[in-house]
């Protein structure tokens, strides 16, 4: 029960701040739009999370959580906070050198991460502009990533899970208070992005003094320590990144296709991030910790267990949500976004591109629950050949797709390469012995399957029923997608306890440990 306990704690939050950035990107579509203002501020934004992602977010805290957590084990929390200092060091020093380094080289790097822009100076400069305004944020938000994971490790998760609401609401008050002082609202939004990163390490600097771990920045050395960590890190760059590297690919793609592709993409992905960040962030976030601890102790039983159960309540909780993006895209976007400068036109291509990324939504899950089944075990080497291969096959697909379906074609990439990258994790960890279906999961995931299609034909047929009358009247619409996600909602858990996908005893057992 600390598993879902710690899963219901990030998610929890997680859930907070996308409530947020919904609220964030409803404000950004009806002041932006899909224009070239807001390619070039995606674009600005994307660089420095793409480098978050890749390497703070991905193969750093692969490797960082499982070492620290190594240390905690065998020398305590001392040894534990001298190896977060002196990775501390050497990160500082690192990435003061790689920003300043791309913040020069800012107008190259961009040739090289949107090159469709080149062809439009105005679209092109106002990317470079912003991009040299938002990269800072990776400086603050990769030591955010270390003192997230001392935080995780320490069984802490309120603080770090807490911290992407920083960012949201720096958005919103950037978008909202200084776009009439700047050039555009793209300016505002950038230095919003900015600010964001400084404030949420100053939130995580306090948090790790409340939980007594004080963290001192060292002369930076490449200690014994030091030097293994990277060495894991290495190769983890990309099999901990390969989402983000597909993401990265999109972008490139998309800047070849016509002005709004981008925008368009972004928009999907929004809405599509929703279930897998609060699902599949949360049981990463929460499962990697437990499992390292577990395969440190020689509890192979319990880790295979462990990971079990966060499959089985992985694909409960990501299968429904990924069925109703597919049957009804076209009402949820409209409702979240179609005002102002984002009008049907823009609907009806970011509806298509969000069913094509929610038909991966459980593949992008799996990929975040079945990485941790290597990293607990300090491998990183398997992911990035299971990566290399996704890498190459995502960019196969875009150039095959991008023509006769423009970025729906990209979407849809996506989606397959996901599929194929948690299809061989999986098939990897089997071979090993590292993990074992047991016969829970494998009546689970076929029920919990049949419970999703039943949950999508309801839907379908309510939405042909209703709307009609969504098309009438905006708060109509608002009304509609509610009585339609509730009745999603019932259905499923009517259909996924008459299959037996779902015990009722079970649901009640965890709810009593939960709060007991």
């Known amino acids: 029960m600390a598993l879902l306990r710690s899963i219901a704690t990030v998610g929890g939050f997680t859930m907070i701040s996308r409530l947020l950035g919904f609220a964030r990107d409803i404000l950004i579509a009806a002041t932006l739009g899909a224009g070239p203002v807001a390619d070039a501020f995606f674009v600005a934004f994307k660089l420095p999370n793409f480098f978050r992602r890749l390497f703070a977010e991905g193969a750093f805290n692969a490797a960082f959580v499982p070492l620290f957590t190594r240390q905690m084990s065998e020398g305590g929390r001392d040894a534990a906070r001298g190896f977060a200092e002196e990775v501390l060091s050497v990160l500082v020093v690192t990435l003061v050198f790689f920003v300043t380094a791309l913040q020069v080289a800012m107008p190259w790097v961009m040739y090289g991460f949107a090159p469709g822009f080149a062809d439009d100076p105005y679209r092109f400069g106002l990317a470079v502009q912003l991009a040299q305004v938002t990269f800072p944020y990776l400086l603050f938000i990769s030591l955010v990533s270390q003192l997230g994971g001392v935080l995780n490790a320490l069984g802490r998760f309120a603080a770090a899970a807490a911290t992407p609401i920083i960012l949201n609401l720096c958005l919103i008050a950037a978008i909202l208070g200084l776009s009439p002082f700047l050039e555009t609202p793209g300016h505002a939004l950038a230095w919003g992005v900015a600010a964001a990163g400084a404030a949420q390490f100053i939130w995580l600097m306090v948090a790790c003094h409340r939980a007594d771990f004080r963290i001192r920045l060292l002369r930076p050395r490449l200690t014994p320590r030091v030097k293994r960590l990277l060495i894991l890190m290495l190769p983890g760059v990309i099999g901990a990144g390969v989402v983000q590297i597909n993401l990265l690919i999109d972008v490139v793609i998309a800047s070849l296709l016509p002005s709004g592709s981008v925008s368009f993409l972004y928009y999907a992905d929004r809405v599509n991030q929703l279930p897998l960040g609060v699902i599949g962030v949360a049981v990463g976030t929460a499962l990697l910790p437990l499992l390292s601890r577990q395969i440190r102790a020689g509890e192979e039983a319990a880790a295979a267990t462990s990971m079990n159960r966060a499959l ?102 996506t989606a397959i390469s996901a599929w194929i990258n948690a299809g061989l994790l999986a098939l990897f960890l089997l071979r090993r012995g590292n993990f074992e279906i047991d016969s829970r999961l494998r009546r689970a995931v076929p029920r919990t399957l049949l419970a999703s299609v039943a949950m999508a034909g309801a839907l379908w047929l309510a939405q042909d029923t209703l709307g009609g009358f969504a098309a009438t009247n905006v708060l109509l619409a608002v009304f509609v997608l509610v009585a339609l996600v509730v009745l999603g909602l019932v259905v499923f858990a009517g259909a996924a306890v008459g299959f037996g996908a779902a015990r009722i005893s079970d649901i009640k057992r965890l709810l009593d440990r939960s709060t007991g």
């Not at 509806?351 to 990324?357: E, G, H, K, R, V």
């Not at 941790?372 to 190459?392: I, L, M, Q, S």
Request: proline share 7%; glycine share 6%; with cysteine.
């Open 312 to 413: 089985e309540f992985a694909l409960l909780l990501t299968l429904p949500p990924a069925a109703a993006l597919m049957v009804m895209p076209d009402l949820i976007v409209s409702v979240l976004f179609e005002r102002g400068k984002f009008g049907a036109g823009e609907t009806a291509a970011t509806s298509a591109a969000l069913a094509a990324y929610a038909l991966g939504l459980p593949a992008y899950v799996l990929i975040k629950v079945l990485a941790p089944g290597y990293f607990a075990r300090e491998d990183t080497a398997t992911p990035v050949k299971v990566a290399a291969f996704c890498v190459a096959i995502n960019l196969v697909l875009n150039l095959a797709l991008m023509g006769p379906l423009q970025h729906v074609g990209i979407a849809l990439a």
